[in-house]
């Protein structure tokens, strides 16, 4: 690791990495000259990352901000370029301006159900974090006031958008790889999370598995009929809110399928993504992204530089990517991407694969 950090101090000590900002990519579709007006909820790391890429998507204009911290709000609305975007105490206030199209909830999960009601009811097009909510009867709650009022929700399960992941499954659809047998996924965080933020987190597995199993879902194209899990928890901090840090997610499919997700808090090595698939035909891999692309070679081997810091920079793309389709769907061009059942069953999925990984035992889950 000292060989690499001073092979690569300057890619090191860019902001976008060492500091957790992510760069942004402007993107602008020929598909509509219309601009979508959007009320931003909530300033955490997720919020920021949507506020600067929306900053750079000529489709869009940052209308709104809203967040508990009002003075971070004034701050980041008196930076949006044209003086017109105002940070709001009261979500009503910016839910009531006819000429707001769109919303996008970045706030803690609790309070995701309220908003986005409140958002259905005032005929706004909604994207919410995932995930929507805890709780199925919530997340249906959400669903059916979006078709009750005529207005699309679509759930943020970014991974979707990658490039490398939409690719991969692309291949996989396709019979690249003849019949699917394997999907083996990787996902291990960099840096662990604030204990303030697991305490409100929802749990290991609905956190962090459930983009994989959104993903398995995805690539698959089938609902898992059993899934067993085994965990352990390593960090003192994390025991003492009686979850795990560390899992891997067994799931056998209809088809034959099988699929594994290997899941963990904590990488020192850098954001770790990956996915295997296996064919009879042959096998696909989506690899992790360095920081740079730049391999030394010399007598003592190959060094190459560090993995991305953490989601911001590993999904620049994909966030960016994402908003994109957000504004095709505020514009009526495309139905979400993410929709109703696919936020039901990966919820249905992470709760079976906790009560596995506390019970010991297999589960089928149950998606009636």
Same mark, same amino acid.
């Given at each position: 690791?000292? &060989? ?23 993107? /602008? ?15 955490? &790391? ?8 929306? *900053? ?5 204009? *940052? ?8 003075? !971070?709000? @004034? ?49 706004? $097009? ?27 929700? *679509? ?19 396709? %019979?690249?790889? %003849? ?37 398995? &879902? ?11 899990? $085994? ?38 090595? %850098?954001?770790?993504? !990956?996915? @295997?698939?296996?064919?009879? =035909? =042959? /096998? ?11 391999? *030394?070679?010399?007598? !003592? ?12 920079? !590993? ?21 979400? /991407? ?5 936020? &039901? ?13 506390? $019970? ?9």
């Amino acid at each position: 690791r000292t &060989r690499l950090s001073v092979l690569f101090s300057l890619s090191l000590s860019l902001p976008s990495q060492s500091h957790g900002r992510p760069a942004c990519i402007s993107i /602008m579709s020929a598909s509509s000259s219309s601009v979508v007006n959007v009320l931003l909820c909530g300033l955490g &790391r997720i919020g920021t990352v949507h506020y600067k890429n929306l *900053l750079s998507n000529a489709r869009a204009h *940052l209308r709104y901000i809203f967040d508990v911290d009002q003075a !971070r709000a @004034e701050e980041l609305a008196a930076a949006v370029p044209g003086g017109k975007c105002r940070a709001v105490s009261s979500l009503a206030e910016a839910l009531a301006d006819p000429e707001l199209h769109a919303v996008i909830v970045c706030t803690p999960t609790a309070s995701h159900t309220e908003i986005i009601i409140a958002a259905a009811k005032a005929k706004k $097009t909604i994207m919410c974090e995932k995930p929507i909510s805890l709780h199925l009867d919530e997340i249906d709650q959400c669903f059916a006031a979006a078709k009750e009022n005529n207005v699309p929700l *679509l759930c943020g399960f970014q991974r979707r958008h990658d490039p490398s992941f939409a690719a991969l499954q692309k291949a996989v659809k396709e %019979g690249k790889i %003849g019949t699917c047998q394997v999907i083996k996924t990787c996902s291990r965080d960099n840096p662990v999370p604030s204990v303030a933020f697991l305490k409100i987190s929802g749990g290991f597995f609905h956190d962090c598995a459930s983009h994989d199993i959104d993903v398995c &879902r995805w690539i698959s194209g089938e609902d898992p009929i059993s899934v067993y899990a $085994t965990g352990s928890c390593f960090r003192s901090e994390i025991k003492e809110l009686d979850d795990f840090d560390t899992a891997v997610i067994v799931s056998k499919y209809p088809s034959g399928i099988l699929s594994s997700i290997d899941i963990s808090r904590k990488a020192t090595y %850098g954001y770790d993504q !990956r996915i @295997e698939v296996l064919g009879d =035909g =042959g /096998m696909l891999t989506a690899d992790n992204r360095a920081t740079t692309t730049v391999i *030394l070679s010399d007598e !003592r081997g190959h060094a190459k530089d560090v993995n991305c810091y953490s989601f911001p920079q !590993r999904y620049v793309e994909a966030y960016a990517i994402e908003l994109n389709h957000f504004m095709d769907v505020a514009q009526g061009l495309v139905e979400p /991407m993410v929709n109703h059942a696919d936020c &039901r069953k990966a919820a249905i999925i992470a709760e079976a694969a906790e009560q596995s990984a506390k $019970t010991g035992v297999p589960v089928v889950p149950k998606f009636d």
